[in-house]
């Protein structure tokens, strides 16, 4: 059995997303967000180590606009690792996570604590 590396919540959510790489927007549905990264799925794979910013709609005003990196790809999922986010979408994010999470709390708690080593 693998001991369990990841040091923050992975909340399992259904949302459209639009990830723009070398220059195409590619709609993909997210599996799970975290407050460093998100899974999906994507009609076509991706190229690992990829930059690329995610566009994630909240609603008619608020919409989320994170760098990241494409850790991993395959065709069950991609993982995409998260760079740099303004403070709005950082705010927006952490009370997306909140609301969806097992234990809200948790995520105020994971936040006083260093996600890398």
Same mark, same amino acid.
């Given at each position: 059995?693998?001991?369990?590396?990841?040091?923050?919540?992975?909340?399992?959510?259904?949302?459209?997303?639009?990830?723009?790489?070398?220059?195409?927007?590619?709609?993909?549905?997210?599996?799970?967000?975290?407050?460093?990264?998100?899974?999906?799925?994507?009609?076509?794979?991706?190229?690992?180590?990829?930059?690329?910013?995610?566009?994630?709609? *909240?609603?008619?005003?608020?919409?989320?606009?994170?760098?990241?990196?494409? *850790?991993?790809?395959?065709?069950?999922?991609?993982?995409?690792?998260?760079?740099e986010?303004?403070?709005?979408?950082?705010?927006? *994010?952490?009370? *997306?996570?909140?609301?969806?999470?097992?234990?809200?709390?948790?995520?105020?708690?994971?936040?006083?604590?260093?996600a890398?080593?």
């Open positions: 059995m693998t001991t369990e590396r990841r040091k923050r919540t992975r909340v399992p959510v259904c949302f459209d997303l639009n990830i723009v790489v070398g220059g195409r927007k590619i709609k993909v549905q997210t599996q799970n967000i975290s407050m460093t990264g998100v899974s999906f799925r994507s009609p076509e794979p991706f190229t690992v180590n990829d930059r690329c910013k995610i566009h994630l709609r *909240l609603d008619k005003e608020i919409q989320l606009e994170i760098k990241a990196k494409i *850790l991993r790809s395959c065709e069950e999922e991609t993982i995409a690792s998260f760079m986010m303004d403070e709005d979408s950082f705010y927006h *994010l952490k009370r *997306l996570l909140q609301y969806n999470a097992a234990d809200s709390d948790q995520i105020e708690k994971e936040l006083g604590k260093p890398f080593p």
